[in-house]
């Protein structure tokens, strides 16, 4: 099978569902499902499948907004937790990617999802901070306000490595390694002065924001610096 018409259909759906993602964030309002928007439920399995692309971030908007997630959403986040589990070989980013997911779910006390051990996370404190700021936009769904874990910390003691990796990121035009880090830098404390986290969204934002995971990562960096200076 051609793989690139193999992965259309994937590739479409993650692009409307993260377009999705990022009105939500932009007008607050929940009251209709992100999925059902989306034109994904429980029994699309390209949507499915998308939905375990975009990971915890569908219930982004819920986080940064303080409202209950819509219910469509949650079921639909737990069967892409259901019928997407990490292979014995998975990376340890696609491992936490989905216990983000499961944490996501665990926060949501509607969805009745168990609470699980994290992941080990020991890998981030020797990685090359090139590598580092890779690993980090990766799991970029990971940075919500008022969550914690390994990640975190790690993200934490490295600020000025991730602060590097956001700077080469724009250099090298690559917008959405860009957007995941300067995410994570908008929730961190320490970043050197010189960096310019605000302007250089700005510019993510512009030179990248036609695909819709740099916009929702862009916007989720705005709300949580938003949130922070409150």
């Known amino acids: 099978m051609d793989q690139s018409h193999a ?23 929940h009251l209709a499902t992100v999925c059902g928007a989306a034109g994904i439920d429980e029994d699309n399995r390209t949507g499915i499948a998308a939905v375990r692309v975009i990971g915890a971030d569908l219930l982004l908007p819920s986080v ?20 997407f589990p990490p292979r014995p070989d998975a ?13 996501a779910l665990h926060r949501t006390a509607s969805a009745g999802a168990p609470g699980t051990d994290e992941p080990n996370a020991a890998w981030l404190e020797r990685t090359p901070w090139q590598a580092f700021t890779h690993q980090l936009s990766v799991l970029a769904p990971l940075a919500v306000p008022a969550a914690s874990s390994a990640v975190h910390r790690a993200a934490a003691h490295r600020v000025v490595d991730l602060s590097r990796g956001f700077v080469r990121a ?7 390694q860009a957007a995941g880090a300067g995410r994570w830098l908008a929730g961190l404390d320490g970043r050197p002065d010189s960096l310019g986290l605000d302007r250089g969204l700005d510019f993510v934002e512009l030179m990248g924001g ?3 995971r740099v916009a929702l990562h862009v916007r989720a960096a705005r709300l949580t610096a ?5």
């Open 7 to 29: 992965s259309s259909p994937l590739a479409g759906a993650v692009h409307d569902l993260a377009t999705e993602v990022v009105l939500a964030l932009r007008s607050g309002d």
């Open 64 to 83: 940064l907004h303080g409202r209950n997630p819509h219910p469509g959403d949650i079921a639909v986040l737990q069967r892409a937790v259901r019928e």
């Open 91 to 103: 990376s340890d980013a696609a491992v936490w990617s989905h216990w983000g997911m499961m944490s």
């Open 170 to 176: 724009v250099r090298r035009r690559n917008w959405l």
């Open 210 to 212: 036609a695909d819709p």
């Open 226 to 230: 938003e949130g922070r200076a409150r």
